[in-house]
């Protein structure tokens, strides 16, 4: 019989290092305020959140671990993260048997892709995660929910700030001075090489226990999800 805790230990590698052993096909962008009813923005976060560098919800004891995708600019992110999302919240990461990470692809190689403010937006959403973890899920949605056109540079550090103030972030100071002094540039920039090693040049796109999909594709999602989880 596996050792559960070696799993998970082994399950957490692969998701730090986003090895990846099949793909899908993705589609989507290439190379909303909270409230007590949006599952997301109410999403469970581990118990002991400093320890984790991305931002995370569910429990560190979930037996499958995944990742999950976007690009803080890209409108088909935001349908995923307002909309099918908060059913892998409700189905999966709330029972406790999924936890789930988030990863911002803001870079195509060395440029930003998305705009310039791209990596801004990125690099703001570790801040927050790193500040206050308890607001971050909210803040997430709230910004998901609230883009700007993709052709704009919306996301700066003044409206990114004022995201953070809208949600209740305990320290949007804090916040603020991350996102001047680039706190987070090269956690940002890793990521991207990572993903881009994994093969994923796409946004939404999840991964389950190193298989990628595109997170549009419901049906094809919930059947792994179901795999997975069952047979953990």
Known sequence: MTDHSTARSTRRAFIG???VTGTTGLAGCSGLFGGDSNPVANAP???????????TMGSSDAPVSGAFVTNWKCPHCSTFSTGFLGTIVEEYVEPGDVILE???LAYSGQNPWMGE???????????VWRTDPASYWEYHEHVMANQGNPRDTWATTDRLVGFAEDVGVSNVEAVRTAIEDRTYEQTV?????????AGITSTPALVIEGEVFNALNKSAVKTALDEKTSNA
């Not at 118990?47 to 991305?54: I, K, L, R, S, V």
């Open 17 to 19: 290092g986003l090895a």
């Open 45 to 55: 976060i581990p118990d002991n959140p400093g320890q984790y560098t991305y931002e």
């Open 102 to 104: 988030h990863r911002a």
């Open 117 to 127: 403010d791209a990596p801004r937006a990125a690099e703001a959403g570790l801040a």
């Open 189 to 197: 920039r890793s990521t991207a090489s990572a993903l881009g090693r």
